[in-house]
Every structure is written in C-alpha cells, then in structure tokens.
C-alpha cells in the first residue's frame, strides 16, 4: 500500500524525486516503530493510539517538532489517499494534533547599533564644492536604511516607492504594502529635511525621469542612471548594516524588526504598530510581544536580587 502511494504523488501528483524520498524515508520510520517492514503494513490492525505513541516517542528521543509534525503529515497524506481509495474506514490520523512548531523570533538591530551607523553614514549638507553624482550615492544610502529603520517600510515597498509618494511638507509617505493596499506612515522632521534635500539633488542629475522610483543607481556599463531595485537595497543594506552589527543577518526585513520592536519598548500599543507595518491581521504584529518579553527576562535575570541567573553570579563572586 505505501508503495502503491509513493507511486501515486511520485506519477499523478508529480512531487519532487527529493520530496517522494523524504516521504518514503518518514513511512519506513513509522513502519520501523510498528516492528514492520514497508510491505507489511497493515493499516486495518492500527488505530490513532499508535500514532500518538509514534509522536511520543519521537519527542521524547529528542526530536524537533518540526521533524515530528513532518514525519505525521507523512502518515497523514498516506491515510487520505487510503481512504480516497476506499481501502480504509476512517482517517484514523484525523484526531491526532501535530505538534505546535514555534516560530524564531525577529532578531533586531540593537540602538546602539542603530546608532552608530548614523554617526559612521550621515551625510553632510550639500553645496557647490562636492562631487554632486558622489554625494547623491552616499545621500542614498543613508537614507534607504533610515526610512527602512524609522517607517518599518518593507523591501519591495520602498523599492517601489516614487518622489510624488513623499510629502516632505506634510511629513508623511504613502505606501503600497501587498495586493497595491495603500497606507499612510509619518516621519520625523529631520528625515523629511534629508529626503527633501536628496530630492532636489537627484532632480538636477535625473530631471524629466521621475519614473525611476525614488532611489537611483548608476549602472556600471554606461554610467547612466537607473532604478535602484529590491536586490540593490538588500546589498546597501546588508554592507552598511554588516560595518557596525554583530548580528549574523543584515537584510531590511531586520529593520522592520527593529522599527516594531523600538516602537514596542517606546510606549506604542499594538494596535498603531499593526497599522504603520500594513499587517492584515494583529496575530503577525504580536511576535513582537514576545521578543521585547525575551528581553524583559533578561533584565529581570541581570537585576533583580532573587533571580536564579543573579543568585549564582553572586555565589561565584563570594567563593
């Protein structure tokens, strides 16, 4: 019967060889628990307390819950096609629960860090003795991170944005967040001035070609300049991000975290942060709960007289 069903996603549902392989190895792992070659299952002899045993066992051997609710959606897609088939009664995989997966949470640039690459990227105010191309460029990449950092814009968002979205007057960028939903993020006074003083400067170079997007790159070949995309902004954020953090990753998705998580710990309820992010539902802003909660822990075990981590440093200090 499981070969009969690794033939079945293998020819009509058209996986993967690597994904056939994977699914083979998990059922020959349920068979091997049950004391049972692949040729001799038997799934009239089985109900869903074998399968919970197999799930108990797996965690308790110190298996991921990834791993385990993996090698169960196994079992379970085998147990559809049975039943498709007529050659079993009932699912008997349609009670058992998977185990719950616990999503990462965000990591997020610290404010120091944050910190230090504005003291090491700010630009100073153009005037008539800088090369103009040079500073539009350096101009650029400060900003890209700022905006990323202070308006928790994603990647594909601020690529997308055009000078006519920025209202430097009125302090605030219309956004296009997924399926073109549109949304209004503020900005601080200073943001505004440097983006309103980039523009002007990016006008002289590129007048007549607004439709470049906002920000601009000269391309290599010709010396022309063109948009500045989403793999471009990934690259300046990743080389500028990778000079002052310690963090293994420097993506923008990073300053989305670090925009949430600094909005959190400042006072903002989650409500307002769900709005300026463009999430569709509220369940997706309140990871952030639990990464300012990780930190709370942190200052609790450091600080507090009675926490374990503070007992024991103590202890070691007076030996």
């Known amino acids: 019967m499981i070969r009969r069903?690794?033939?079945?996603?293998?020819?009509?549902?058209?996986?993967?060889?690597?994904?056939?392989?994977?699914?083979?190895?998990?059922?020959?792992a349920w068979c091997a628990f049950l004391?049972?070659?692949?040729?001799?299952?038997?799934?009239?002899?089985?109900d869903a307390e074998d399968v919970k045993a197999w799930m108990l066992q797996m965690l308790e051997d110190g298996q991921s819950p990834r791993s385990v609710k993996r090698r169960l959606s196994a079992v379970k897609s085998l147990y559809r096609f049975l039943l498709s088939l007529g050659l079993v009664k009932i699912?008997?995989?349609?009670?058992?629960?998977?185990?719950?997966?616990?999503?990462?949470?965000?990591?997020f640039f610290r404010e120091s860090e944050m910190q230090a690459f504005k003291e090491q990227n700010r630009v100073p105010k153009y005037d008539e003795g800088v090369d103009r191309e040079d500073w539009?460029?350096?101009?650029?990449?400060?900003?890209?991170?700022?905006?990323?950092?202070?308006?928790?814009m994603r990647r594909a968002e601020l690529a997308a944005l055009e000078d006519k979205d920025v209202d430097v007057q009125g302090r605030q960028i219309r956004v296009f967040g997924k399926r073109r939903k549109e949304r209004i993020v503020p900005m601080g006074e200073q943001l505004a001035q440097e983006i309103e003083a980039y523009l002007q400067v990016k006008q002289e170079i590129v007048y007549g070609h607004e439709g470049f997007g906002i920000f601009l790159v000269r391309k290599k070949r010709n010396g022309e300049w063109g948009a500045l995309g989403a793999a471009g902004i990934y690259n300046v954020v990743r080389a500028r991000m990778g000079e002052v953090s310690t963090l293994m990753k420097h993506s923008p998705h990073v300053l989305r975290h670090t925009f949430a998580t600094t909005m959190l710990n400042n006072g903002a309820d989650i409500r307002s942060i769900q709005t300026l992010?463009?999430?569709?539902?509220?369940?997706?802003?309140?990871?952030?709960?639990?990464?300012?909660?990780e930190q709370m822990k942190e200052v609790y075990e450091t600080a507090h007289p009675r926490s374990l981590t503070r007992e024991s440093k103590v202890g070691n200090q007076d030996e």
């Not at 993967?16 to 020959?28: A, C, F, I, Q």
């Not at 699912?91 to 990591?107: A, G, H, Q, R, Y």
């Not at 569709?280 to 309140?286: F, K, N, P």
């Open 5 to 28: 069903f690794l033939d079945y996603i293998a020819i009509e549902k058209r996986y993967s060889p690597r994904t056939v392989k994977e699914y083979g190895d998990d059922l020959r």
């Open 35 to 46: 004391g049972w070659k692949i040729e001799d299952f038997d799934p009239k002899q089985l």
């Open 91 to 107: 699912n008997i995989t349609s009670k058992v629960m998977l185990p719950k997966v616990d999503k990462p949470l965000p990591v």
């Open 136 to 152: 539009l460029e350096a101009m650029r990449d400060y900003l890209l991170v700022e905006m990323l950092y202070q308006t928790g």
């Open 277 to 293: 992010l463009g999430h569709s539902s509220l369940e997706a802003t309140q990871v952030y709960t639990h990464t300012t909660f």
